[in-house]
Nanobody, 117 residues
Framework: QVQLVESGGGLVQPGGSLRLSCAAS????????MGWYRQAPGKQRELVGL???????NYGDSVKGRFTLSRDNAKNTVYLQMNSLQSEDTAVYSC???????????WGKGTLVTVSS
């Protein structure tokens, strides 16, 4: 089992920034991807970004150029720096951890990001 603990959500004004963190603990495999999905009210869940063990990053189209994903391997932690936030970014952001070449996936509880003036 892997446990994911998210932090950093909250309320921010349009144009502002927030940083989310997701720390993994437990039985962590050597080869995995980790990152974030989000789900806005009334919409389907969408990819925000995922980073692999080797550092390859895949971003969702709606956040490219504004959001930056990074990781601290020593801490098993992934960070999502969100800049130029817009109202359309309001959603529950959920941390995701998946072991490569398996069906093993884990989800965090989610953290709410609200972009509003």
């Amino acid at each position: 089992q892997v446990q994911l603990v998210e932090s950093g959500g909250g309320l921010v004004q349009p144009g502002g920034s927030l940083r989310l963190s997701c720390a993994a603990s437990g039985n962590i495999a050597d080869n995995y991807v980790m990152g974030w999905y989000r789900q806005a009210p009334g919409k389907q869940r969408e990819l925000v970004g995922l980073i692999s063990s080797g550092g390859f990053i895949n971003y969702g189209d709606s956040v490219k150029g504004r959001f930056t994903l990074s990781r601290d391997n020593a801490k098993n932690t992934v960070y999502l720096q969100m800049n130029s936030l817009q109202s359309e970014d309001t959603a529950v952001y959920s941390c995701h951890h998946a072991v490569v070449d398996t069906d093993i996936k884990y989800w965090g509880k989610g953290t709410l990001v609200t972009v509003s003036s």
